[in-house]
C-alpha cells in the first residue's frame, strides 16, 4: 500500500514563506504526477500545483509567480515551496500522487492534509 506523509504546514504572517513537503513510501509502485490541491473553510478543494513525471509543472492562476513545486524522484518526495504568502491562502494542503503497480491502472492517493494559515 502507497502511504503519503506531509509536513511543513503552520502559521506565517503575510508576505512569509512556508515549505511543504509530501513523501510516499510503499513498494513496488511506479510514481507518475504529483501535485498538492487546497481546501479552504466552506469552499471546494481546488488544485494549487502539479508536476508530471518529466518535470512539466502547472499552477493555479492565483498561485502563478509565488509558490513553486518540486519533486526528488530518488526520495519519492514532492515539494511546495511558498513564497509572498496572503491570507487567501489559508486552507488545508493536500497532497496526491498518481502511480502504477504491475498489472493495475493508474491509482491516485492523497496525504492527510496539513494546515497551512497566513495571519498577522
Known amino acids: 500500500q502507497v502511504q503519503l506523509v506531509e509536513s511543513g504546514g503552520g502559521l506565517v504572517q503575510p508576505g512569509g514563506s512556508l515549505r511543504l513537503s509530501c513523501a510516499a513510501s510503499g513498494s513496488g509502485f511506479s510514481i507518475r504526477a504529483m501535485g498538492w490541491n487546497r481546501q479552504a473553510p466552506g469552499k471546494t478543494r481546488d488544485l494549487v500545483a502539479s508536476?508530471?513525471?518529466?518535470?512539466?509543472?502547472n499552477y493555479a492562476d492565483s498561485v502563478k509567480g509565488r509558490f513553486a513545486i518540486s519533486r526528488d524522484n530518488a526520495k519519492n518526495t514532492v515539494y511546495l515551496q511558498m513564497d509572498s504568502l496572503k491570507p487567501e491562502d489559508t486552507a488545508v494542503y493536500s497532497c496526491?500522487?498518481?502511480?502504477?503497480?504491475?498489472?493495475?491502472?493508474?491509482?491516485?492517493?492523497w496525504g492527510q492534509g496539513t494546515q497551512v494559515t497566513v495571519s498577522s
Open positions: 508536476i508530471t513525471s518529466t518535470g512539466t509543472t
Open positions: 496526491y500522487i498518481d502511480y502504477t503497480k504491475p498489472y493495475v491502472s493508474t491509482l491516485r492517493t
